[in-house]
C-alpha cells in the first residue's frame, strides 16, 4: 500500500466536505476519503487577496481532488468572484484573462509551466500571481515573486505555505499554518490537529531547519533543506 | 409571485441594458413596453430560443450579467470557449436539482463540476464530484464513501458502473439521476441493468451551455403516473406545434419549450427542449420522444440509428446493443489534428476482447448510407465524417468539443 505520507484521522460530521486522502488519481487502492469542515477555511486564498487585491480569482484544479469545493467556499467567504475549471479546460480561463481581469490562479504545481506559458501568449501584460498546491512530497519548481507555494497535507488542507516576501526569497522556505500543532525532530515534521482530533497526525518526511525571525511578515518559518 | 409575474421580473432583467444584449437583440424590434408580458398570450409572441441560436452568439453574450457582479464562472469547454456560465454576485441561484432528486445520504455527481455542491445549502446529503476523466479513482473515492446515488451523463454512467463494480457493492446504488437530454431509451436500460438495485431513474435536464448546473430543472417523477414528469414551480413550459404556435390544454402535444424563471445567470426563455411532450395537465406531462427522432443526418443523407443499431449488433456478434453516437472533435489515427468525427462509444462489457478499431471498420464497410453506397465510401468521397468506434467515452473532461448526434431512440 502507498501512501503520499502517513496521515491518521477520524470521523466526520453532517456537512463536511470530503476530500481525497491523496493527490494521486492514480492510485486508487490507497485513496481515502477525509471530511473537512466547511468551516476551515483555506486561509492562503484570502492571505494573498489580501495582499495582491485581485478583482476575480481563477481555480484550476484536476476534479478528482475536489478542491473546486474547497476554492469557491473560500472565495465565498471573501466575496470575491471566482473563475473555477477543471485542469484540462485551463485555456478557457486564461482566454478571458483580459475581459475579466483574472488577477489570480490557484492550481496545482503540475499544471504552473503551461498555464504561465498560456498566459504569456494569450496576454504578454498580464501578471496574476499563481498561487500553487504542492502535494507533501513534491518541491517547487519555479520559484518567483509572484509565485506562492504552499504543501497541502491532503487537498485543501494547508500545512506549509509561503507569504509574499517568502516567496520572494527562495522556494525552500515555508511558514507554518498556526491551525496545527507542529513537532520536529530535525528529519520529520509531524503535525497535529489539536481543534477536534478529526485530523491527527501527518509526517512530513523533509530535514529543516526552524527560523524564528526574519520574514518581514512577522511571523516565524522554516527552511526546509531537501525541497 | 405568479407565473406572469415572474416572467415580467426576468423579461425585465433580460432587456436591461447593463446585461448581455442576448435577449435585446434576439427581441429587437418586438412591441414591447416595460410592463411586458400584461399576459401569456403576449409571452407566447416571444421568438422561441433554440440551442443553435444561443450558440451562434458570443459566449460574452451569454453571461448574462455584468462583469462587477460575477460571482463565479464555470467553463465546461477547453476547445470552443463555448460552454461559460456565470453565477450572480448578488444571488446564488443554484438549484439544488439533484439534493431534490436524490433521497440518500451519500452521492457522486459527474454531471456538474466540482464546486457546485457547496452551493446545496439545504442539501444534507454528502455530495462528492466525480472526475470522468478519471473513473477509477472516483470509483475509490466513491466506494470509500459509500455513496448510495449517482449523477451524470449517460456514458458516463455507463461507463463507471465497471469501475466502481470492481472496488464496492454496486447494489448500493439505489439512485441515478441521468442527464436526460442525451439519454437514449437504450442507456437508460443499460444503466438498469448495470446498476440493478437503482430503482429510481430519473431524468435531470440540462443545457450545454450550462453543464455547471441544471439550467432546466429536473422534474420529480409524479407518482401516480410513473412516466410523468412534474414542472417545478420556477419553471413554465409550453407545448408548441411545427410552426411555434402554443398548443393547450390537457393531451396537447409537440414540442417542449421551457422557460426557467429563477434568477439564473442565463436564464432560458421560451427554449425549446427538442423533447416531444404530451401535456397531462396539473403541471404534469411525459416525454414522448425527440422531435429529431433517431436520424443521423450527414451530407450523403440520413442514416437511421436503426440502420446503425443493426450493423453494430451484426458486427460484434449480437453484442452491442447498447452504444451512444456523438459528433465531436477527436484525434482520428491517421490524421494529424483534431478532426470532425462520428463516434461510436460500445460498452467494453459488450466487446471484451475484441479489437474495437477492427469493430469501426467492420461497421464502416457494412453500414449503408444509400443503396449505393457504404459508410466507407462516403468517407472517402468527404461525403461522411471519420468513423470511430471507441470503449471509453470521448470526452468529459478532456477539453474536446463535443456535441450530440442524435437523440433517443425510440423502441
Known amino acids: 500500500m502507498r501512501s503520499e505520507f502517513p496521515l491518521i484521522w477520524s470521523g466526520g460530521r453532517p456537512g463536511d466536505d470530503y476530500v481525497p486522502n491523496t493527490f494521486d488519481a492514480t492510485a486508487p487502492p490507497t485513496i481515502e476519503a477525509v471530511p473537512l469542515s466547511k468551516d476551515e477555511p483555506w486561509e492562503t486564498i484570502s492571505l494573498h487577496y489580501q495582499t495582491m487585491q485581485p478583482s476575480l480569482i481563477a481555480g484550476i484544479f484536476p476534479a478528482f481532488t475536489q478542491l473546486g469545493t474547497r476554492f469557491e467556499h473560500s472565495m465565498r467567504t471573501i466575496g470575491l468572484p471566482a473563475a473555477t475549471v477543471a485542469e484540462e479546460q485551463m485555456r478557457v480561463p486564461i482566454a478571458l484573462l483580459e475581459s475579466l481581469a483574472i488577477g489570480g490562479i490557484v492550481l496545482r504545481q503540475g499544471a504552473l509551466q503551461r498555464c504561465r506559458e498560456e498566459v504569456a501568449r494569450v496576454s504578454p501584460t498580464a501578471a496574476p500571481y499563481y498561487q500553487v498546491i504542492l502535494s507533501p512530497t513534491e518541491a517547487p519548481t519555479v520559484v518567483g515573486e509572484h509565485i506562492f507555494h504552499e504543501i497541502h497535507l491532503v487537498p485543501g488542507m494547508v500545512g506549509l505555505f509561503q507569504c509574499q516576501h517568502l516567496a520572494a526569497e527562495g522556494k525552500g522556505m515555508f511558514h507554518l499554518s498556526d491551525r496545527f500543532s507542529w513537532k520536529h525532530d530535525g528529519s520529520t515534521l509531524m503535525v497535529s490537529d489539536p481543534a477536534d482530533k478529526r485530523f491527527l497526525k501527518a509526517i512530513l518526511p523533509r530535514r529543516f531547519a526552524v527560523e524564528d525571525t526574519g520574514c518581514p511578515c512577522g511571523e516565524s518559518f522554516i527552511r526546509v533543506k531537501h525541497l | ?411
Not at chain 2, 457522486?108 to 455530495?127: K, R
Not at chain 2, 438495485?197 to 430519473?202: E, S
Open chain 2, 1 to 411: 409571485m405568479d407565473h406572469l409575474e415572474k416572467m415580467r421580473t426576468l423579461f425585465a432583467r433580460a432587456m436591461e441594458s447593463t446585461h448581455s444584449g442576448f435577449y435585446r437583440n434576439l427581441y429587437r424590434g418586438l412591441p414591447v413596453d416595460p410592463g411586458f408580458p400584461h399576459t401569456l398570450f403576449e409571452w407566447e409572441s416571444l421568438p422561441l430560443l433554440s440551442k443553435a441560436i444561443i450558440s451562434a452568439a458570443p459566449f460574452q453574450q451569454r453571461i448574462f450579467i455584468p462583469t462587477n457582479e460575477v460571482g463565479m464562472i464555470r467553463f465546461t469547454s477547453g476547445t470552443t470557449k463555448s460552454g461559460i456560465a456565470a453565477i450572480p454576485r448578488r444571488k446564488m441561484a443554484f438549484e439544488p436539482a439533484h439534493a431534490r432528486l436524490m433521497p440518500v445520504s451519500r452521492y457522486m455527481g459527474f454531471l456538474v463540476p466540482h464546486g457546485i455542491y457547496d452551493n446545496y445549502a439545504e442539501h444534507t446529503a454528502v455530495c462528492i464530484g466525480g472526475d470522468s476523466a478519471r473513473l477509477d479513482a472516483s470509483a475509490a473515492l466513491a466506494s470509500r464513501m459509500r455513496i448510495e446515488g449517482i449523477a451524470g451523463p449517460p456514458g458516463v454512467l455507463i461507463a463507471f458502473a465497471s469501475h466502481l463494480a470492481a472496488q464496492y457493492d454496486i447494489s448500493h446504488i439505489r439512485h441515478i439521476c441521468v442527464q436526460a437530454d442525451t439519454t437514449t431509451k437504450l442507456q437508460r436500460a443499460a444503466l438498469a441493468r448495470l446498476y440493478p438495485n437503482a430503482t429510481d431513474i430519473v431524468s435531470c435536464y440540462t443545457s450545454v451551455e450550462f453543464q455547471g448546473k441544471c439550467s432546466i430543472s429536473p422534474f420529480p417523477p409524479d407518482p401516480r403516473h410513473t412516466d410523468a414528469l412534474q414542472s417545478h414551480p420556477d419553471m413554465y413550459f409550453e407545448c408548441v406545434d411545427a410552426d411555434g404556435v402554443v398548443q393547450k390544454g390537457v393531451s396537447a402535444k409537440g414540442e417542449l419549450v421551457a422557460t426557467t424563471l429563477y434568477d439564473a445567470a442565463f436564464p432560458l426563455l421560451r427554449y425549446k427542449t427538442g423533447d416531444e411532450a404530451e401535456m397531462l395537465g396539473n403541471g404534469r406531462f411525459l416525454i414522448t420522444g425527440r422531435t429529431l427522432g433517431g436520424r443521423i443526418r450527414f451530407e450523403a443523407g440520413v442514416l437511421l440509428v436503426e440502420e446503425l443499431e443493426r450493423v453494430i449488433t451484426l458486427v460484434t456478434g449480437g453484442m452491442a446493443a447498447d452504444f451512444e453516437a456523438t459528433v465531436g472533435e477527436i484525434l482520428v489515427a491517421d490524421r494529424p489534428t483534431l478532426t470532425l468525427s462520428l463516434a461510436l462509444l460500445v460498452p467494453a462489457i459488450y466487446t471484451r476482447g475484441v479489437d474495437v478499431a477492427l469493430v469501426g471498420k467492420q461497421i464502416e464497410d457494412t453500414l449503408r448510407v444509400s443503396e449505393q453506397r457504404t459508410y466507407a465510401e462516403a468517407v472517402a468521397r468527404g461525403a461522411c465524417m471519420p468513423l470511430v468506434c471507441t470503449l471509453e467515452s470521448l470526452d468529459y473532461g478532456l477539453g474536446r468539443k463535443r456535441r450530440r448526434l442524435f437523440d433517443a431512440r425510440e423502441q
